[in-house]
């Protein structure tokens, strides 16, 4: 019995559940075609900004038991050069290409939505409405129900393909922000981004960043962004995408058992570059054992009683 | 994950037989590991990532310079600063680790002549460097003194015309470098350095007036070591560049030493 | 030159700021006393309640990668048993000793204190309002500032000794509930109890857990945890308390330097009984680094300038 | 942490060396510590937990019944069920691990005559109870056959007189000890039992006449070992029991084996 791996994200057809997830993924051509993507079903830009942006200054990572604090501050070339630059690569990348979205003011996030609106390949946005490390936008749109139902409408506005929501873990009520987006027009919502968290440098004894707070990635957050997943699966009737740890198959198949249509993965290819292989790789078992054929027949199956 | 490792790509992921594992000095080791393809691949500028563990605790790989590439085998020479570091030194020969490499770009190297000038474990940047050159580059290598004579030895084993310099004076060709480099390096000559911060400014300040012959070859802290998580960036004069794919060498006079 | 390592949380003088975390240390006598006790400044005892508690049935604990998820669900003898079994050992501790108490109703929590009243060497009530793992009282009251207030008021009432406030990393807005502990006479707050996480039963496909979601610890919420600390550091007058993954002296020390007055130390017993001697052994290295020559001196050293 | 361990605690964090780890069948090893305290003080019911990585990943120890205390050396049978027992099938002897010992009870013991029963690495948590009480306790071990030489050579070599049984028959006293498990008890005997949960099932069904005289030694997941946690809880007819430090045995009739 062959076992069918495949994914849908609403209309969005995958051919394996593992998506790259923003700000891992490097644009060389290596990584965007060929034996690099063996295992992935789509791939996440890096945030987009209407301007370029730098990032943060100073110390960027931090290493915790089992995790990465980031603060990278969404250093990107900015819309315009984007789609000089990188078009090329993603119409010719054999997987769909799901655009990361700075959430911005409302109309800088229109107008980068329309820079990108020409790029072919680019199978979805995904707004970032959530990033942790820079201050005024990002995460602060994510944080309630009103801010994240204007991010969307405004979002939903200029952006005719496919929507996704990409949410922050430190929204207080994580169901009901998901059911904001949706009700705006969100297509899918992405469980999370990263955990607000913070490293003291001990030879300085100063806040490591120089934001002093960061986000925490890798598989110590798996277990929260897994019942992140519970809890916004529960809630909305749009297909959910489940991230945060994800580095095994046992880990993909867990969070699609909780209710993901689909998972990105970002830190678990720190350690294994080849990490959507490794992980597809094991799917099969998992849906084998629960007597399926089908990955699509797993998603929610834990909420079943049984 | 490739056991022998046969993909023809720039950074890959491997598992690999610990050769040797030997104490130079006080928290300084030379470890080996047998790797065919990464040691016909390896060049000058070329480094690994090591993951200490088996789990993610630590999680992330350490990165470390390709110190030699011979017959199969490649080499680190690292130092002991945190937990990392502190596993690695207590690896048995015969157990395998995981490792990514290469890492960093190949040296871009145009001058006629070379001076190779290295801090403690730092010499592992350009030991490589010495090997292809051979005798158009010169090796000086800075260390405390007593303790190290192991670690001397190996560098001298491998460079037999390499001149160490020890902070006490107890053996080598004098207590520093800084009294022999010559300066004005003078046209088609370059140094490269590598070493601790206060190593990197001390040759900031004795070069001075000739930054643009003088290249800094630069640690910063890694995750992903491929160009993907943007958080090995320094500041350039030429705009933000990653450590692991643009460099790890850039020249002084274009690089922002102090962005930390 | 000699480091003094005592710590102070008000009134309460501690001779180590190592305390032991509520639901981690037996009531064996072996463990009141003596060479146990190391390194140890005082100990919070398991949570007590009105009436006896059997706990969740089911799978209790869950390994995550550096956490452990459990749900024990505040098994416990009931206050009255408590004082008839545990009163001498509370007595003869040579380290001040903090009830853990469970938020119930307000009338309950009320009456669960009085009945506490009369143990001799109990030096603080440490407020639960912070339990995930049952339903209907625990972290209910401390998501939100009107329920934390409310809680604080009712145990202030009851209760003359010191009030200790344990929050919950679930509310929306830390520093706000903190300071809504603050206004109704809590004495310290301590940041924070376990992290809403979730375990999927790759066996049964279902949730680990009879209540699916349980309570994450360990080294994992370091940077989580110490996050929370900085905030609430940063917006209430009384003493904090740290607690959250603290393993080594560097986490401890972190842990103040960031704000919090002392430390509590639970899943770091899992891996090492001596903890608390550990972490000690480590302190006068850390406080010699700033220059400092007295634990106390540490107390928020990150949030200055320097 | 004590290196030797000379504290008289019931419970404490040593660091022992591994002197042997050797495979005694598919997935099931023999693992050997020189743990001279632990050694004289472990008694039948005593446990460790050893610890699978120097980091937090994973950070619990896996508890471990001890089946062999001999000349200054504890030795524990497992097999790898996941991750950390795994991470254990590949230390080298020489390498040193965290262990957390003693935990459990002592078994409580006032019978005349004792049937041990074990299935698979069950057997662990029997044998140093038959060491105790030489004739007047019979092993009686099943395991799968074909493959399992070493691991029944390993009991014979320390309980000559012991029983085995494959399910496969092709070798020891036949391919079931249900044949042969004496029925009913009789006065003054006790059969203890330790093995998979189908296993213990079995011999509740066998002995459901007798449920008095019928002990299961039981796993539960751990944390802390020492009784803090409450992680560990079984339903017994006298109230919540601990397996770390009120168990592992617990009488057939008085446990909820299924309260998961
Ligand atoms: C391109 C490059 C080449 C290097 N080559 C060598 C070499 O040949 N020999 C050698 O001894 N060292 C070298 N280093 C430094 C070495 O990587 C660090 O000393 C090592 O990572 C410390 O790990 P740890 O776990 O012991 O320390 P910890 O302090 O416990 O590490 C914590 C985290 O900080 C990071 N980190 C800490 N210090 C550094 C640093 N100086 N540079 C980068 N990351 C750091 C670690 O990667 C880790 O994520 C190199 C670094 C880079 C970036
Ligand atoms: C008192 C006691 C004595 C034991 N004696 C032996 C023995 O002598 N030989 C032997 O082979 N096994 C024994 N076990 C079972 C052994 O502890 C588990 O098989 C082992 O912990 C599995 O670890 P893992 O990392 O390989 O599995 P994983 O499934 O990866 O472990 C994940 C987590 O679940 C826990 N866990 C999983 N299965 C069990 C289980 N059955 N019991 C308890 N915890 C579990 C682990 O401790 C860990 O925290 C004993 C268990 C207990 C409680
Ligand atoms: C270095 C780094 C950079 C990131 N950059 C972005 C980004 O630009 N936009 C975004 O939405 N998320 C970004 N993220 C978050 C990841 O996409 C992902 O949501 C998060 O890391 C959790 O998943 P993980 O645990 O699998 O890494 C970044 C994460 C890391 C570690
Ligand atoms: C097994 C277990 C039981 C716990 N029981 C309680 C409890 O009864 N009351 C309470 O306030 N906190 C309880 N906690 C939470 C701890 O006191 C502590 O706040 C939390 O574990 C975070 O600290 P740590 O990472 O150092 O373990 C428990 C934690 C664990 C792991
Ligand atoms: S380490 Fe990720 S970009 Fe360099
Ligand atoms: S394992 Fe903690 S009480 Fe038994």
Avoid at chain 1, 274 to 286: K, N, Q, S, T, V
Wanted: net charge neutral; hydrophobic share 45%.
């Amino acid at each position: 019995m062959t076992i069918d791996i495949t994914a849908k994200i609403g209309s969005i057809k995958l051919r394996t559940p593992v998506i790259a997830a923003s700000g891992v993924w490097p644009y060389s051509p290596e990584f965007w075609s060929g034996e690099r993507l063996e295992g992935l079903g789509a791939l996440c830009t890096k945030a987009i900004s209407l301007a370029p942006r730098r990032g943060n200054r100073g110390i960027r990572l931090w290493e915790t038991p089992s995790g990465v604090l980031n603060s990278i501050g969404l250093q990107n070339v900015g819309a315009k050069k984007f789609v000089e630059d990188y078009s090329a690569l993603v119409k010719n990348c054999p997987v769909p290409v799901i655009a990361n979205i700075v959430m911005e003011s409302e109309a800088d996030t229109q107008e980068t939505l329309r820079v990108l609106e020409d790029v072919e390949g680019l199978a979805a946005a995904e707004l970032n409405i959530s990033c942790p490390n820079v201050d005024g936008d990002g995460m602060s749109w994510g944080l309630s129900c009103d801010s994240t139902a204007k991010a969307t409408a405004a979002a939903r506005k200029a952006w005719r393909a496919p929507l996704w929501v990409k949410m922050t873990p430190q929204a207080a009520d994580p169901a009901a922000v998901a059911r904001a987006a949706e009700a705006e027009g969100a297509d899918a919502i992405v469980c999370a981004n990263t955990w607000l968290g913070m490293a003291i440098d001990m030879c300085s004894g100063r806040p490591a960043f120089g934001r002093a707070v960061a986000g925490l990635s890798g598989p110590a957050v798996f277990p929260l962004a897994l019942r992140v997943v519970w809890q916004v699966a529960g809630a909305v009737g749009i297909p959910v995408v489940g991230c945060g740890g994800v580095t095994t198959a046992s880990d993909c198949a867990g969070m699609m058992l909780a209710g993901a249509s689909a998972v990105e993965v970002g830190s678990a290819f720190f350690g294994d570059i080849g990490a959507g292989r490794a992980i597809c790789g094991g799917l099969p078992e998992f849906i084998g054992r629960y007597g399926k054929e089908r990955l699509t027949e797993i998603v929610g199956l834990a909420r079943i009683e049984r | 994950m490739a056991e022998c490792g046969c993909a023809p790509h720039a950074v890959d992921d491997y598992i690999l037989p610990v050769t040797e594992n030997i104490k130079l000095a006080d928290r300084i080791f030379w470890m080996t590991f047998a790797a065919p393809e990464l040691a016909r691949r390896a060049k000058a500028g070329n480094g690994v990532m090591v993951y200490a563990s088996q789990g993610s605790d630590p999680m992330l790989g350490r990165p470390f310079a390709v110190a030699d590439a011979e017959s199969g085998k490649i080499s680190i020479c690292y130092m002991i600063i945190g937990r990392g570091t502190e596993l690695l030194s207590k690896v048995q020969p015969g157990a395998s680790l995981r490792v990514r490499g290469l890492i960093g770009a190949a040296y871009p190297d145009s001058a006629k002549e070379l001076l190779l000038a290295a801090g403690g474990v730092g010499v592992g940047a350009v030991m490589l460097k010495k090997k292809e050159r051979a005798k158009s580059a010169s090796l000086y290598v800075g260390m405390p003194g007593r303790g190290c004579e192991a670690l001397a030895d190996k560098i001298l084993s491998i460079h037999p015309d390499a001149k160490i310099y020890t902070d006490d004076g107890s053996f080598g060709e004098g207590n520093s470098m800084f009294n022999v480099l010559p300066r004005p390096l003078g046209e088609g000559r370059q140094l490269w350095c590598c070493g601790p911060p206060g190593f990197l400014d001390a040759m900031r300040l004795y070069y001075e007036r000739t930054p643009r012959q003088l290249y800094y070859i630069i640690d910063k802290r890694m995750a992903c070591g491929f160009g993907g998580c943007m958080g090995c960036v320094v500041e350039t004069a030429n705009g933000p560049k990653r450590v692991c794919v643009d460099g790890a060498m850039f020249r002084a006079d274009e690089v922002d030493l102090h962005d930390d």
